[in-house]
């Protein structure tokens, strides 16, 4: 079955660029999806087609998609931004979520 | 507004059976995909099941062939009939909105609040 990995944590200090990794075998030929949870939420679209956001959405959020990896950055990372972050892709009519990584700002 | 109210969780001892309700508003269950994704307590996602416009439905291999994902266009709800209930079992389950772009662009665009289910004895 298909996997993606993500680093299980992420820290940053507040004003800095938080980035956070998904790996995937043949990942760049494939849509990534990513999602924000905070404690105690509902999961929240941030990101879909690997680049994309949603209205209401942020611009400080922003994601790509290269090779085998595909990366969500937050630009001048603030408080609120402290949450867990899920990668999504689709294989084989299964919806496969990433690992998860939290993210501490610091 | 888009909006997805699920109910039906509890507790319930393993070998059991429950049915999650998801209503919907703000569009229509009919024609739309719609799925379930379910959360273990302090664990990640996992996908669980969708159905898709046309009413075919998928599973992952953990439920499959004890979750029944069914829906009903007149109440505009969505269901999880889930039956032979194990411990590994337990979690929040969530209900959302599917959407698709291109060939490989599955994902949810909108979620309900979910609702928790614990197997135990």
């Known amino acids: 079955s298909y996997e993606l990995t993500q680093p299980p944590s992420v820290s940053v200090s507040p004003g800095q660029t938080a980035s956070i990794t998904c790996s995937g075998d043949?990942?760049?030929?494939?849509?990534i999806f990513w999602y924000q949870q905070k404690p105690g939420q509902s999961p929240v679209l941030v990101i879909y087609?690997?680049?994309k956001r949603p209205s209401g959405i942020p611009e400080r959020f922003s994601g790509s998609n290269s090779g085998n990896t595909a990366t969500l950055t937050i630009s001048g990372t603030q408080a609120m931004d402290e949450a867990d972050y899920y990668c999504?892709?689709?294989?084989?009519?299964?919806?496969?979520f990433g690992t998860g990584t939290k993210v501490t700002v610091l | 507004e888009v909006q997805l109210v699920e109910s039906g969780g509890g507790l319930i001892q393993p070998g059991g059976s429950l049915k999650l309700s998801c209503a919907a508003s703000g569009f229509s269950v009919n024609g739309n995909y719609m799925g379930w994704v379910r959360q273990a307590p302090g664990k990640g996602l996992e996908w669980v099941s969708v159905?898709?416009?046309?009413?075919?439905?998928y599973y992952a291999d953990s439920v499959k062939g004890r979750f029944t994902i069914s829906r009903d266009n007149s109440k505009n709800t969505l269901y999880l009939q889930m039956t032979s209930l194990r411990a590994e079992d337990t979690a929040v389950y969530y209900c959302?909105?599917?959407?698709?772009?291109?060939?490989?662009?599955?994902?949810?665009?909108?979620w309900g609040q979910g609702t928790l289910v614990t197997v135990s004895s």
């Open positions: 087609e690997d680049s």
């Open positions: 999504q892709a689709w294989d084989s009519s299964t919806y496969v």
């Open positions: 043949k990942l760049r030929n494939k849509y």
């Open positions: 959302a909105r599917g959407q698709q772009t291109g060939y490989s662009g599955y994902y949810f665009d909108y």
């Open positions: 159905i898709y416009g046309g009413g075919t439905t």
